[in-house]
């Protein structure tokens, strides 16, 4: 079944939206997403959305946070772009009536996160955040957006130029063959490859694998973030306890409630995510089990439902004060190489929000900045893509040769417990290579033959392409910087300051500069 479109998305969270929102008042837009549009990190994020709306704080003060948390492994004038311009859309919203939490006074509710120097967190909802901004972008969608929902993206097609031209979906309905101008990659991240997460298991870094396979160029793999606060009971993590409960007044506590924080950094429980995760991690290793003390919160319920109603469905009694806690991966830094539009080293495929990389996270995201980028950078997308308008002619696709048999792939549960393992929170280059041994070259993965296979055969194919980046990356940066901690080189180098490693066309190099521009096409591209 083929469809022809002017653009097509892959995915359904917060950049996904707000790009359809803008692209669907001029352009015929579809969505395909792998479950439901309830099932998006965007939906389930209980944090806020970072921006300047006081006087008193200042744009200039969230870019310093932003580059400070992010350990200065950036791309600045995109982390400008997206604190300056983010503001200005988020001010925009509100004007609009964005259903945020507010004071009495009528102005906003703000809140304090880790390594935000002001409050500036704005919610809704309580901790219902990414839900309310979901339904809130889903009403505005126009008439001409379709979303198909179940369908997963397996397979990008190019035109005989080397542009981006569809992509190969399989679903409910059988395999579908989707044509446009543009393709959006915005699916999320990768935090599924392993046991213990904030994500949904649907977040298995499949947009990443895409784009490895039809040669697009990839950054920062090694960058995964751990949030140091899951509900643990019982041996498992059911959920994600935000960290806006720190920034009302909880703190992480051992059994004894004796602070863990204290003497680690000046600011306490709300340290930069890496510093508080792995201050956790070495206290839970000594045999400590680690909690929040949330009995300074008044009406905790009230300011956090869904947090209250995760700890009862799971046996917490919250009345006693403390949270059973332990950290989990989160956020993946790394992804596709985009600027703040979106453009890729493809020509007319695009990636946007966690699944891209624009440097706008560094080593180590700034808290409640990942809404933020979905918002903004899926705004600044749709108007260029608006201006560019729909100029493709060449929709021949170029076949292939993918004839590599699928090879020996890990059980989905081995390959996570081992991410965890050799890829968690701190790690050491035994377990890293170990680890590579035991998956298949990537020049082997990006040549697999992959039609006929079914979904789940696909997710674990993709998974490992997803992990195989994450660990060649990360036995290559010698280093300790932000989120990516070693063992045997527990300090940052200054050799490794603005080094990205990048794969593309199956290969990897270290570079001084996460892009080279070229003109050929008119526009500006994003190559390596």
């Known amino acids: 079944m083929d469809v ?221 973030q751990f949030h140091p606060s899951l509900l643990w009971c019982n041996g498992e993590a059911k959920g994600l306890v935000s ?43 000594t045999g400590h089990e680690t909690y929040i003390d949330i009995s300074a919160i008044q009406q905790f319920e009230k300011k956090f439902p869904t947090i209250a109603k995760l700890c009862a469905d799971n046996g917490v009694d919250i009345q006693h004060g403390l949270i059973p806690v332990a950290p989990g991966s989160h956020f993946l830094m790394g992804g596709i190489i985009a600027d703040d539009i979106g453009r890729t080293s493809i020509p007319n495929l695009y990636a946007v929000g966690e699944v891209a990389c624009t440097g706008v996270h560094g080593a180590n995201r700034l808290a409640s900045n990942s809404l933020l980028e979905g918002i903004a950078f899926g705004q600044k997308m749709a108007h260029a893509i608006l201006q560019t308008g729909c100029k493709q002619y060449n929709f021949t696709v170029i076949h292939k040769a993918h004839q590599q048999a699928i090879p020996s792939l890990l059980a989905k549960e081995h390959l996570q417990q081992t991410m965890m393992h050799a890829l968690g929170i701190i790690r050491n280059p035994q377990d890293m290579q170990q680890f590579a041994k035991q998956l298949p070259p990537l020049q082997t993965l990006q040549h697999v033959e992959i039609n006929g296979l079914g979904q789940q055969e696909l997710e674990l194919y993709m998974m490992h392409i997803v992990a195989s980046l994450m660990v060649n990356a990360a036995l290559t940066r010698k280093e300790t910087r932000g989120a990516h901690i070693r063992s045997d080189k527990p300090n940052k180098d200054r050799l490794w300051a603005q080094r990205w490693i990048i794969f593309e066309h199956g290969q990897m190099k270290v570079r001084n500069t996460l892009y080279e521009y070229h003109q050929t096409r008119g526009n500006a591209q994003a190559i390596l």
Do not use: W
């Open 4 to 224: 022809k479109i002017d653009v097509l998305i892959i995915g359904s969270g917060i950049a996904a939206l707000q790009a359809a929102r803008l692209l669907g008042q001029q352009l015929q837009v579809q969505i395909v997403t792998k479950s439901s549009v309830d099932m998006s990190s965007s939906y389930r994020a209980q944090g806020g959305i970072a921006a300047v709306t006081k006087p008193e704080d200042n744009t200039a003060y969230h870019i310093a946070d932003t580059l400070t948390a992010g350990e200065d492994h950036h791309e600045k004038k995109h982390v400008e772009a997206l604190i300056n311009d983010g503001t200005k859309i988020i001010q925009q919203f509100l004007m609009d009536d964005l259903p945020i939490d507010r004071e009495a006074s009528g102005e906003p509710a703000l809140g304090l996160e880790g390594a935000h120097s002001y409050h500036r967190i704005l919610h809704a909802g309580g901790d219902r955040t990414g839900q309310v901004f979901i339904d809130y972008l889903l009403k505005q969608l126009p008439s001409n957006v379709v979303i198909n929902c179940y369908e997963m993206a397996y397979e990008l097609l190019l035109n005989t130029d080397g542009a981006c031209i569809g992509v190969l979906t399989q679903g409910t309905h059988g395999t579908k063959r989707y044509f446009a101008h543009h393709v959006i990659i915005a699916s999320g991240g990768a935090g599924a490859l392993y046991p213990s997460s904030t994500n949904y298991a649907i977040n298995t870094g499949d947009g990443i694998a895409l784009a490895f396979r039809a040669g697009a160029a990839i950054s920062d793999m090694e960058f995964m």
């Open 243 to 285: 960290e806006a409960v720190r920034g009302a007044g909880g703190i992480f506590v051992d059994a004894q409630r004796r602070p863990i924080m204290k003497g680690v950094h000046p600011q306490l429980d709300l340290a930069p995510r890496h510093i508080t995760a792995y201050t956790l991690f070495k206290k839970r290793v």
